[in-house]
């Protein structure tokens, strides 16, 4: 901007002159401006940007849609909007018919009352007639019984009825426990199979017999051993006879393991 300066004149009164009104125009007091800068990054600044918000937006949009993620369940949000129907209790089951009523029983008649009492006869008679008792047949009836009563049933027993049968025989008790093994009383050693004296074979038959109340063997069988002296151990254990065994003071039959030895003896 330029300014506007008076100079005096040296002898002379500065109010009879008028002031010279002529700006300065040198060339040092113009005012220096500096010229406007542009930028050179702006398009490039304007372009980052916008890649910067696409892929943002893509980010937003795209990496929600690769995750795994189980999806809501919308059984839940429709109950959420639908309340549940409410359970009734079934209705009970009508109470029974009432019980038919019986009738009540009429008044008896006079004449049904006096002839279930018994009534007198009003003159006794001399001699009862023959067909008011009932004897039987002449001879009797065909499938009767001998000296039977008269009227009685066809084909009766007159000895009365038969005795009751005996109560079963109580099952042999297995020694053991309680059961001591009976004492022998008579031992009979069996006989050697002459097929195992040539043989030169030895052994042990075990036989399972059962003893009866008297001690006396009435069965046995062979349970384990070798098959040449079955029947020699229980040829022998049938003739072996043991003391009575008791049981609570009684005595039993019992079942027990024998054990019969087969050995040679050097002559």
């Given at each position: 901007m330029a300014s506007v300066m008076a100079t005096p004149t040296p002898g002379v009164d500065p109010s009879d002159h008028q002031v010279s009104l002529e700006p300065d125009l040198a060339f040092d007091n113009l005012p220096v401006t500096a010229p406007a800068v542009r930028p050179r990054f702006g398009a490039f600044s304007a372009g980052l940007s916008i890649g910067v918000h696409i892929l943002a937006l893509l980010g937003v949009i795209v990496v929600p849609l690769l995750l795994d993620a189980p999806l809501p369940d919308q059984q839940s949000e429709v109950?959420?909007?639908?309340?549940?129907?409410?359970e009734l209790a079934p209705a009970p089951p009508p109470p029974p018919p009432p019980p038919a009523a019986r009738p009540e029983p009429g008044p008896q008649s006079s004449s049904s009352a006096r002839s279930a009492a018994?009534?007198?006869?009003?003159?006794?008679p001399?001699?009862?007639?023959?067909s008011a008792l009932d004897l039987g047949l002449d001879g009797g009836v065909p499938?009767?019984?001998?000296?039977?009563v008269p009227g009685g049933v066809v084909g009766g027993v007159i000895a009365g009825l038969p005795e009751a049968p005996p109560p079963p025989?109580?099952?042999?008790?297995?020694?053991?426990?309680a059961v001591m093994e009976p004492r022998r009383l008579k031992d009979v050693p069996p006989a050697y199979p002459e097929v195992a004296v040539l043989g030169h074979l030895q052994g042990v038959v075990v036989v399972e017999c059962v003893i009866?109340?008297?001690?006396r063997v009435v069965n046995a069988r062979a349970l384990r051993g070798m098959p040449v002296f079955d029947d020699a151990a229980v040829a022998a254990v049938r003739q072996w006879v043991f003391a009575p065994t008791l049981l609570n003071g009684v005595p039993v039959s019992i079942v027990m393991d024998v054990t019969v030895r087969f050995r040679l003896t050097r002559s």
């Amino acid at each position: 901007m330029a300014s506007v300066m008076a100079t005096p004149t040296p002898g002379v009164d500065p109010s009879d002159h008028q002031v010279s009104l002529e700006p300065d125009l040198a060339f040092d007091n113009l005012p220096v401006t500096a010229p406007a800068v542009r930028p050179r990054f702006g398009a490039f600044s304007a372009g980052l940007s916008i890649g910067v918000h696409i892929l943002a937006l893509l980010g937003v949009i795209v990496v929600p849609l690769l995750l795994d993620a189980p999806l809501p369940d919308q059984q839940s949000e429709v109950r959420a909007f639908f309340a549940a129907p409410l359970e009734l209790a079934p209705a009970p089951p009508p109470p029974p018919p009432p019980p038919a009523a019986r009738p009540e029983p009429g008044p008896q008649s006079s004449s049904s009352a006096r002839s279930a009492a018994f009534v007198a006869p009003a003159a006794t008679p001399a001699a009862i007639p023959e067909s008011a008792l009932d004897l039987g047949l002449d001879g009797g009836v065909p499938g009767g019984v001998e000296g039977g009563v008269p009227g009685g049933v066809v084909g009766g027993v007159i000895a009365g009825l038969p005795e009751a049968p005996p109560p079963p025989a109580a099952a042999p008790v297995r020694v053991g426990g309680a059961v001591m093994e009976p004492r022998r009383l008579k031992d009979v050693p069996p006989a050697y199979p002459e097929v195992a004296v040539l043989g030169h074979l030895q052994g042990v038959v075990v036989v399972e017999c059962v003893i009866d109340p008297a001690g006396r063997v009435v069965n046995a069988r062979a349970l384990r051993g070798m098959p040449v002296f079955d029947d020699a151990a229980v040829a022998a254990v049938r003739q072996w006879v043991f003391a009575p065994t008791l049981l609570n003071g009684v005595p039993v039959s019992i079942v027990m393991d024998v054990t019969v030895r087969f050995r040679l003896t050097r002559s």
